[in-house]
């Protein structure tokens, strides 16, 4: 009976791997593709590589976490509290998937154990405080460095990158394997500084690919982990090879959505904010946080889009009391490559509204979900943990 349980337990884990793999592609490469910079194919080699680059060397940390130090004793990690949590996980993700909005891995995953915890009077709430903690800083950081990018480098940067999409239909960047060693091509007539753009757009993405590994293999494996049934490594392999099989199938559908809608996010804003995500979920996986993306990234795009309608006012100006009128919809104020003005120098008038660059509809329901999603998790663990006896401890 143990053996089918860990059979059961080990499925689910690779089914909540595959959603994590269709779920993190997207975000990760949709600018590339969306740019026609590679395909659709490539991008999921790429995601899967360096998934696993940041499972392997990072990830071991939050598996640590969720698997370990959440809960008192992982005596309460039985193969039937595995088998329940993996699939709360699972089931919410898919809730979120089917809803077309990215939720938190990382919240689901660690509310899910969390009740688990909490139902069996186990859970660790110094460890809890800490995440949590984290979880209100972590966002508020990335506002910040964003809004001071976007007020002070944003303009400049957007000048040097120069990244436009390639309306031609051919992708920039492809591999040529007619010879006996494969070799990168390029679109034809491309010069230095758009290879060098497309370039940067894929070396993002697989930076946050690796940012996704280090923080999004735990919520996979975590629960098996506890069990002390199967080691890390072993898992960390499995849950990779799941992660992997969603970036070649579901991922597609992910990737025309966000590369067809790419437009609404400038794509110089797309790797500013990329690269501020990816760094804080980096350094948060270091030290064993389990941190969310999404949410990270969604504050980054506000302070990016509200550092850069700030520019419209100096600081003597300020202290002076000036009003200063700001729109997050100030990142499609100038087109990529366009002369950065100077602070001061735009009239408010000049920068977007805010629905140039967002949809309120669909800004409500990705907040709304977001929060919808771990809570389902987190409640339906806990009431099934407390009162089916079956799960009872």
């Not at 849950?239 to 790419?262: E, K, P, Q, W």
């Not at 100077?342 to 967002?358: T, Y």
């Not at 709304?368 to 009162?387: E, K």
Request: glycine share 10%; net charge negative; aromatic share 8%.
């Amino acid at each position: 009976m143990t053996e089918v349980l860990l059979l059961v337990g080990l499925l689910v884990a690779v089914f909540v791997g595959y959603n994590i793999g269709g779920a993190t592609t997207g975000p990760a490469f949709g600018p590339a593709v969306g740019a026609n910079v590679i395909t659709k194919l490539a991008a999921a080699a790429l995601m899967s590589i360096f998934f696993f680059l940041g499972a392997i060397t990072i990830g071991p940390n939050v598996v640590t976490t969720l698997g370990d130090e959440l809960v008192h004793t992982t005596d309460v990690f039985t193969m039937r509290s595995n088998v329940a949590v993996l699939f709360f996980i699972g089931g919410a993700l898919f809730v979120g998937n089917y809803a077309g909005v990215p939720a938190s891995t990382s919240m689901t995953a660690v509310g899910a154990i969390a009740a688990l915890g909490l139902a069996t009077g186990e859970l660790n709430w110094a460890v809890m405080g800490e995440i949590v903690v984290w979880w209100i800083v972590a966002p508020i950081i990335g506002f910040w460095v964003a809004g001071v990018v976007g007020r002070y480098f944003y303009p400049q940067i957007n000048a040097w990158v120069a990244i436009e999409a390639n309306q031609e239909g051919r992708e920039m960047i492809t591999v040529d394997r007619s010879g006996t060693v494969p070799r990168l091509r390029f679109g034809v007539g491309a010069d230095r500084r758009e290879i060098t753009g497309a370039f940067v757009v894929v070396a993002i993405g697989c930076l946050m690919a690796f940012s996704s590994g280090t923080s999004n293999i735990a919520n996979a494996i975590a629960p098996i982990y506890g069990t002390g049934d199967v080691d890390m490594i072993p898992l960390i392999l499995l849950g990779s090879a799941a992660v992997a099989v969603g970036c070649f199938t579901i991922a597609r559908r992910t990737l025309d959505t966000l590369g067809n809608d790419i437009t609404n996010l400038p794509i110089t804003a797309a790797i500013v904010v990329a690269v501020i995500a990816s760094t804080i979920v980096i350094v948060l996986s270091a030290i064993g946080i389990p941190a969310s993306f999404v949410v990270v990234a969604t504050m980054c795009i506000i302070g990016l889009g509200w550092g850069r309608a700030t520019r419209t006012t100096t600081l003597s100006d300020a202290r002076r009391g000036e009003e200063t009128r700001v729109s997050v919809g100030a990142l499609t104020a100038e087109e990529e490559g366009e002369t950065p003005p100077e602070i001061g120098e735009e009239e408010p008038e000049d920068i977007p509204q805010a629905s140039d660059l967002f949809d309120p509809s669909t800004t409500a329901r990705v907040i709304i979900m977001q929060n919808v999603v771990p809570i389902i998790a987190t409640v339906g663990a806990f009431l099934t943990f407390r009162f089916v006896p079956i799960f009872g401890f």
